[in-house]
């Protein structure tokens, strides 16, 4: 019992939760131990058991603890087996929370209704063949259309990450090298790891990945580079033209490289305030370009869209043709439907606004906290902290879940982050982002 006490510096619901915190991230509390009972704890401290209650229901919403009815209240142990290791870690543990910043999901209320495109679509689902084009024709030529640069082929799949997926498949094998950004999304981790295959973790900046350790990383004669040209995941970057021009320069002039393909996953394109862009435009022949439209439409339709040299995308199509065949041409009509009709459209364009103001609002509060943050593109944004878990739960403490930094580092560095969806806030930001300068150790608790 000393241990809690010794440890605890402030008898508040957010000081007895950070503590405890600290203690389960260090180990000394090990996933399966018993807490003491609340009034147990509350005597010692001298508050009451609601501080106390206070403090376990913040480390029960941050994933720390679980109660087992009379049996008490234990750490909890790792769960979520059917998810992969980085994002069992990014998924945290579901609970309820006031207000929710740690999905990266897109504000549902924002998405464009599906009531119109659903009437269009046909009352069977009948396809003439099973050798049929897999991309309905209709599709194809809006995408062809609104591609960044003139691919040779594009196709559909079931989404951004099974997009990747396939395109690592045909470039890469058990062994090679992948160029990564480093934050970047923590899926393109674990895929890498089930593959077998080393991740070089290159910096990022404002403009995207760092030129000269992208240059340092391609001496290393990689297979792959995944970037995220726009709305970067977890930063909120989106890549320069300039700086586009430069990687693909880079790229092309080193003799290391000379085979290395380029995979874009531009994940939020539509709700993206920064300009189309692409490696593309300068080495179409090396580059797949992914477009998924799961933010800007809806993460359930599961689409995105798959450009690039036909050598390659024909070669993921036939692979596809031997599992799924194709995506549903249902969901491609839907698609379709969303992309040229005036009221989807406009749908979207106001939800690119509201995210704008939102981030903008978030960076601007934070800013006047004294917590200088640059306005992020898309949905998430990169808040620097003093301690990942002790800034987790001390927000859970105020009813605010958001997601912890270390999924989305690819290598080890002494800096703390967490991950704020801020395409999720309220209207009124300046609460939340006052408790984010709290928990990240900039003002007063």
Not at 237 to 263: F, K
Not at 303 to 320: F, K, S, T, Y
Not at 370 to 377: E, F, K, M, S, V
């Amino acid at each position: 019992m000393q241990l809690y006490l010794d440890e605890i510096e402030q008898a508040t619901p957010a000081g007895i939760a950070a503590a405890l915190g600290r203690l389960i991230s260090s180990g000394r509390l090990a996933p399966g131990e018993r807490l003491p009972t609340v009034r147990d704890l509350a005597a010692l401290l001298g508050v009451s058991p609601a501080t106390v209650s206070h403090a376990w229901q913040a480390l029960s919403s941050a994933g720390l603890i679980v109660s087992r009815g009379r049996s008490g209240t234990f750490v909890r142990e790792p769960s979520r087996h059917w998810l992969p290791a980085r994002t069992q870690t990014l998924a945290g543990h579901v609970s309820d929370a006031r207000i929710d910043l740690s999905r990266g999901t897109p504000d549902p209320l924002l998405l464009p209704a599906l009531g119109p495109a659903l009437s269009r679509v046909s009352q069977r689902a009948m396809t003439p063949s099973y050798q049929a084009l897999p991309v309905i024709p209709e599709l194809l030529t809006v995408l062809t259309g609104s591609w960044p640069y003139p691919a040779e082929a594009i196709t559909v799949v079931d989404g951004a990450l099974d997009a990747v997926s396939r395109s690592l498949e045909q470039v890469a094998r058990f062994g090679d090298r992948v160029i990564v950004e480093d934050p970047g999304f923590p899926p393109f981790f674990d895929l890498l790891d089930q593959m077998g295959i080393e991740r070089l973790p290159v910096a990022v900046d404002a403009e995207g990945i760092v030129p000269d350790a992208f240059q340092a990383a391609l001496a290393l004669s990689p297979a792959a580079v995944i970037l995220q040209p726009r709305a970067h995941n977890p930063t909120g970057a989106s890549m320069s033209a300039d700086r586009a021009a430069e990687l693909a320069r880079l790229l092309g002039a080193s003799p290391r490289a000379a085979h290395t393909v380029v995979i874009e996953d531009d994940h939020s394109g539509a709700i993206s305030t920064s300009p189309d862009v692409s490696l593309g435009r300068w080495l179409p022949e090396r580059v797949l370009h992914v477009r998924s439209y799961s933010k800007s439409h809806g993460p359930d339709l599961r689409i995105a869209a798959l450009g690039g040299p036909a050598a390659l995308v024909d070669r993921i199509v036939a692979r596809r043709m031997l599992g799924p065949g194709w995506t549903s041409r249902m969901l491609q009509t839907i698609l379709h439907e969303l992309l040229t009709d005036g009221a989807s459209m406009a749908q979207v364009n106001e939800a690119r606004h509201v995210y704008f103001a939102r981030q903008k609002a978030l960076a601007d509060a934070l800013t006047g906290f004294g917590l200088p943050l640059t306005r992020a593109d898309g949905i998430n944004a990169w808040v620097p902290v003093a301690d990942e878990r002790d800034a987790i739960v001390r927000l859970a403490a105020s009813g605010i879940r958001v997601a912890g930094g270390s999924p989305f580092l690819a290598s080890e560095r002494p800096e703390s982050f967490i991950r704020v969806t801020a395409g999720a806030l309220p209207d009124d930001v300046l609460p939340v982002a006052r408790a984010i300068a709290a928990a990240a150790g900039v003002l007063p608790v």
